[in-house]
């Protein structure tokens, strides 16, 4: 019985000094799923810069960042992958200063290697006997791809709505599905491990990706630092190099 | 039933303080969460957001893969039960350990390996869509695998344990007086080991009903195909909360209902 009640004591303590965890060095930077690879070399150099400071990346398709912020998960960065998402945010009262657009991104028809549904454009999309994906609706790939098929005047056979990007992207990467419409960059992501399909300039949108430290976040000088680094010279460098356009 | 002899004394001494306190924050961890949906419910919208088209696709689609998956988690996971607990064979430990991986893998490791396997491109997959055309990911027949494949276990070990604990000479009895053994199966073994049958049936059908990351990776996401209501809930938590609150309501009630009422055949309790 002493047992059990000291441990359980020990737990309960253990939760206590863990709430708010936050080492002081510590910046958390909740990113689009479509910025995984850029933000992955943004966190390595920014540490190399500045050895001193850890950064930690929350990836997730963006509207589960805005939810996730909106219910008070402890972030220091939000950088998504829509004006949308930030302005819901922005408008709780939970963004400091005003959100910078750091980085814009195309959009394009993705098909496994091979492409064995022949698809050539969006017009394919709407081929009942293809296995086509699209992103759900409440992230910002499943809107851009829902605004560009409605541009070409396309009603897609969808047979799946996945819940974020790369979950798309994988689907297409196995060969599972025979086309999607995912960012530029993330064809890009997968260095030749699938087709791409141009969209159209008429058809196609182009994504901002705005960015902005948290309202309440516990690291709020780390979070300052780390947004100047992302609209720095070499940060877009970075975010160039992985397919995005400057802003 | 006799008289309950104990019954004064046990009226007499009190539970321990300390077991009642720690079975009370036990059982918060359970309502804690229940209040926080209640307290996030909007009653008046209920009716119309139940009445959805989003909910009634997506209660159909759970419905019929619920039950699907039950149904052949039973024609084929009581064989096997059969088999682990009378068949006596090398490697019974390595098959008992299969059957109960799906237990403790994560469910998205279970969704990618079925579509590894099972997948247009995969190892089963592929011969079987040349030779008949059949896609099973995004269908309803995917659905119904991957509840299978993390539900069935339950109904494995349930109906094993069933079998461990049967008193075998009534069987041995049977087949003296001349029962056959399917007979021997189905007029004595099954009927005797019906508790713990029902109670695998019911565990994994609130499974299935309960499945998402299997389903999602596995199955995808389409409403009024392969949305069930855990994907709906995911889907409607980041655009429609309301929703997702009557959603997972909708969930919390049937499935407290139907273990509520299925109490006595389960656990043998009040």
């Not at chain 1, 017009?123 to 791809?145: K, M, N, Q, T």
């Not at chain 1, 799946?160 to 025979?178: F, Q, S």
């Not at chain 2, 096997?80 to 991986?101: C, D, M, P």
Request: aromatic fraction near 6%.
């Amino acid at each position: 019985m002493v047992t059990v009640g000291l441990v359980t004591a020990a737990l309960l303590l253990t939760a206590c000094g863990n709430t708010g965890s936050n080492t002081g060095n510590e910046v958390l930077v909740s990113a689009a799923s479509s910025l995984t690879e850029a933000f992955t070399e943004m966190e390595a150099s920014f540490e190399r810069a500045n050895p001193e400071v850890d950064v930690v990346l929350n990836i997730a398709g963006s509207s589960a960042l805005r939810e996730q912020i909106l219910a008070g998960a402890p972030a220091d960065v939000f950088a998504s992958a829509n004006t949308s998402n930030m302005d819901l945010v922005d408008e709780a009262g939970d963004v400091e200063g005003e959100p910078k657009i750091f980085a814009r991104n195309r959009l394009e028809i993705v098909v496994p290697l091979g492409n064995p549904g022949s698809v050539a454009e969006l017009a394919d999309f709407a081929r009942d006997e293809l296995l086509i994906g699209l992103c759900a609706e409440s992230v910002p790939c499943g809107d851009y791809g829902r605004q560009i098929l409605q541009n070409a005047g396309v009603i897609p056979a969808v047979d799946t709505e996945e819940p974020n990007v790369r979950a798309l992207l994988t689907k297409i990467e196995a060969g599972e599905m025979d086309a999607g419409i995912v960012y530029e960059t993330d064809v890009t992501s997968t260095d030749g491990g699938v087709g791409g399909v141009a969209i159209p300039d008429d058809d196609n949108v182009l994504a901002d990706y705005p960015i902005a430290v948290l309202a309440e976040a516990p690291n709020a000088d780390g979070a300052a630092n780390f947004v100047a680094f992302v609209l720095s010279q070499e940060g877009r460098g970075i975010l160039v190099d992985h397919g995005f356009v400057s802003p | 039933m006799t008289k309950r002899t104990t019954s004064p004394d046990r009226r007499k001494r009190r539970p321990p303080i300390v077991l009642v306190v720690l079975a009370a924050l036990g059982l918060s961890v359970f309502v804690i969460p229940l209040l926080g949906l209640l307290a996030r419910t909007p009653w008046s919208d209920l009716p119309m957001l139940l009445t959805s088209n989003v909910v009634l696709d997506a209660l159909r689609v759970s419905v019929i893969a619920s039950l699907g998956a039950t149904a052949i988690s039973a024609i084929l996971g009581v064989p096997l039960a059969w088999v682990l607990a009378r068949v006596e064979f090398r490697g019974r430990s390595i098959v008992r350990g299969l059957v109960v991986l799906p237990l403790v893998l994560p469910p998205v490791v279970g969704g990618a390996a079925l579509l590894f396997a099972l997948g247009r491109r995969g190892l089963i997959g592929e011969p079987l869509n040349q030779a008949t055309g059949l896609v099973l990911p995004f269908s309803i027949w995917g659905v119904i695998i991957a509840a299978t494949f993390v539900a069935m276990p339950f109904l494995v070990i349930t109906v094993e344990s069933g079998l461990h604990n049967l008193d075998s000479r009534y069987e041995g009895a049977a087949a003296t007086l001349g029962a056959g053994r399917w007979t021997v199966l189905r007029r004595v073994t099954l009927p005797m080991i019906g508790p713990s049958l029902a109670a695998g049936l019911a565990l994994t059908w609130a499974r299935a009903l309960g499945e998402f990351g299997a389903t999602i990776t596995f199955a995808g996401n389409l409403q009024g195909r392969t949305q069930t209501l855990p994907l709906a809930v995911f889907v409607a938590l980041e655009s429609d909360r309301g929703a997702a609150v009557a959603l997972s309501l909708i969930m919390v009630v049937i499935s407290l209902t139907v273990l509520i009422a299925l109490r006595h055949r389960w656990w043998g309790a009040v």
